[in-house]
C-alpha cells in the first residue's frame, strides 16, 4: 500500500511538472506512460483516439466521435480483459475525433502483459549484469492485432510514444528519435520512444533498454531536504550561540550597573 500511495504521488507529480513545463506538449494520437517504481509496481496510463484503440489494441468499440461508446464500456471490457483498471477518463476532441484516458495499476511490472490493453507488450525489470548494483528495464512491443477502424480522417502525420517515467536516474538507454539519431532523457529519469502511427501499425520494431541506478529519486531528495533542513538548524543553533555568547561577554566588561 506504501509503494502504491507513493507510486500515486510520483504520478501526480510528474504530471503536474509536465503540464506547468510544456502546457501544449506533444500531441498523440496514442501513448503510454509507464509509472515505475523500484520494487517492481507500476501505473500504465494511456491516451488514445477511439479509432487507435481499435486499430492499434483490437478494442471492440464504436469509433465514430458521436459513436455508442462509453466510459463504463470501456472499463468494463479492460476489465474483464485481465487489466486492474484504476481509471477512465472523460472523453475530448481533437480533429474530430474522441480521445480518452485509461490508467491500470500492477504490483509487478512484468505481469502488465497479462492485460488486454497493453499485451503487446513483454516487460523486464531486475539486477543490471551489466552494471553490479543497478537495475536494468526493458520493454519489447510486438506488432499490433488490431482491427480495421473504418474511414478515418489521418492524414499520415499523426505520432504515438512510449514514455517510461523511471523511479532512479537513467544511466543508459537505447532510445531513437524519430529521425533514427540517439534520445535523450528529460531531468534525468524521464524517456520516450516516438513513432508514426502509420510505423507503429506496420509493425515497426520497439525494444527499449533502460539501466538505472537502484535508489530511488524520490528517496534521495527527502534525504537532501532532510540534510538541508539539519543544517539550516545547526546553523540556526551556532547563532543563537554565537550571539548569546557575545551578550554575556558584554554585560562582564560593562559591571553591573550602579543602582539610584
Not at 510544456?22 to 520494487?39: C, F, H, I, K, S
Not at 504515438?160 to 533514427?180: C, E, T, W, Y
Request: one cysteine or more.
Amino acid at each position: 500500500m506504501r509503494a502504491r500511495l507513493r507510486l500515486a504521488a510520483c504520478v501526480l507529480a510528474a504530471a503536474t511538472v509536465a503540464a506547468c513545463s510544456n502546457p501544449l506538449g506533444r500531441q498523440y494520437e496514442y501513448d503510454e506512460q509507464t509509472y515505475l517504481a523500484v520494487d517492481g509496481s507500476a501505473t500504465v496510463v494511456v491516451n488514445s483516439s477511439l479509432p487507435a484503440l481499435v486499430a492499434l489494441r483490437g478494442a471492440s468499440l464504436d469509433p465514430k466521435p458521436d459513436g455508442s461508446a462509453d466510459r463504463d464500456a470501456i472499463r468494463q471490457m479492460y476489465q474483464s480483459a485481465g487489466c486492474a483498471v484504476d481509471k477512465v477518463g472523460r472523453f475530448w476532441y481533437r480533429r474530430g475525433r474522441r480521445f480518452v484516458q485509461v490508467q491500470v495499476s500492477t504490483n509487478d511490472v512484468r505481469t502488465l502483459s497479462k492485460c488486454a490493453l497493453l499485451s503487446w507488450s513483454a516487460y523486464s525489470l531486475g539486477p543490471d549484469d551489466e552494471a553490479p548494483g543497478g537495475l536494468r528495464f526493458q520493454q519489447t512491443v510486438s506488432p499490433p492485432a488490431g482491427k480495421d477502424p473504418g474511414t478515418v480522417n489521418w492524414d499520415g502525420s499523426e505520432l504515438m510514444a512510449f514514455k517510461l517515467h523511471a523511479p532512479s536516474k537513467i544511466r543508459f538507454q537505447n532510445v531513437k528519435k524519430l529521425d533514427g539519431t540517439n534520445g535523450s532523457t528529460e531531468r534525468g529519469n524521464i524517456l520516450t520512444w516516438e513513432q508514426h502511427l502509420a510505423d507503429r501499425r506496420a509493425g515497426r520494431p520497439v525494444d527499449i533498454a533502460v539501466q538505472l541506478e537502484p535508489q530511488s529519486i524520490l528517496y534521495r531528495t527527502l534525504w537532501l531536504f532532510a540534510g538541508a533542513i539539519a543544517a539550516a538548524l545547526v546553523t540556526i543553533a551556532a547563532v543563537v550561540v554565537m550571539v548569546a555568547r557575545r551578550g554575556r561577554r558584554r554585560l562582564a566588561s560593562t559591571g553591573p550597573r550602579p543602582r539610584p
